[in-house]
């Protein structure tokens, strides 16, 4: 069956393919979108702005629950401002940590000087709710507990209802990054009793970086005033700022919003996120059955997996990943190395603009530059 993708998705042949964790591949439409300026203040812009909250926050499930604070920057940024922004100077933060994002939130916890415990998982391994049961029923000094949707250190996907239903049970609050899944698989903010939903314009939404974003509960980010210790990235205030008169605090990257609601509208285009999800699950099986094929062996057990990005495992010599990487480039194919500190791995992502045959693409240069061991009776 062929991949069908929003209108706008089909740059001229041979563009380049960025399968990565981001920036990824953008649709002609999506950065047609920039060609203009804008005003920061003028009408127009406000206008465009409320809508990108309306609809950030209806892809959260939070409409009427939820609203959406945008940030200039990346989603880090977006990380950062959520952690001292709706964390309370007195608050308690549990860090459910598998893999590389996870340990940026406690480096920043660190640096904001917020108090925090961390479990950790080994990077193959998802977070455990039955130990976050144990651990928040042993430490009522917890407040809140924050983890990534989908680890992009591996690909993978952590157990987002079952974590959620153990936070409201014991009734603490939940931050989720959802860097990497926003617009590719549903979230249900309400529904899940999620506090805090943190994500980008680029990743799933196919849009392009710049704009990093909260979509918060209403009710919670009316008592943070003054939690901030930075100015810049305090959510209470820049949403009263939007409230108030629409505007952005400080200069806002005009023409990347302008392309994201391009891109939201080619998400709605495409059929919403059931529709791109099952694009990138289609991207990702044809990825995982060519890279096999070839000799490459995944990282994480398949029921771990996200159809996101995937970890495939350093094969060893002859294989040497900077002149793989170099080769690919050279022919308009973007990987990315791993982020692993467990095994040496490189990782191929799944999401972005692009369709089964630019993946195919993919595969044929791969399969033309992937290391020979003909000595040793075998291929890589």
Sequence with gaps: MRTTIAPGCHPPSGRMLLLTPGPLTTSDTTRAAMGRDWGSR???????????????????????????VLLPG???????????????????????????????????????GRSHQVREWPEDEAVDAGELDRILGATPSITDVAVVHCETTTGLLNPLEAVAGVVRQHRRRL?????????????????????????????????????????VESQHLATCKGNAVSLSLDLHEQAAGFRRNGQWRFTPPVQVA????????????EGGVAARGGRYRRLHALLVEGMQALGFETYLRPELQAPIIVTFS?????????????????EGVVIYPGKLTQAPSFRIGCIGAITEADMRRALEVIG????????AGREV
């Design 314 to 330: 350093d094969p060893g010599p002859p294989f040497a990943f900077e002149a793989f990487y170099d080769a690919l480039q050279a």
């Design 258 to 269: 302008a392309a994201l609601e391009s891109a939201l509208d080619q998400l709605a285009a």
């Design 42 to 68: 003028d009408e127009a812009f406000v206008a465009l702005t409320g809508r990108l909250r309306t609809r950030l926050a209806a892809i959260a499930g939070g409409t009427g629950t939820h609203e959406t």
């Design 74 to 112: 990346s989603g880090t940024f977006a990380v950062e401002a959520a952690l001292q922004s709706l964390v309370p100077p007195d608050g308690h933060v549990l860090l459910l940590v598998n893999g590389a994002y996870g340990r940026r939130m406690v480096e920043m916890l660190v640096r904001l």
């Design 175 to 215: 931050l989720v990054d959802t860097m990497s899944s926003f617009g590719a698989l549903p979230i249900d903010a309400a529904g899940l009793g999620l506090t805090a939903v943190m994500a980008s314009s680029n990743k799933g939404l196919e849009g392009v970086p710049g704009i990093g974003f909260v979509v």
């Design 368 to 375: 033309r530059h992937r290391p020979r061991a003909e000595s």
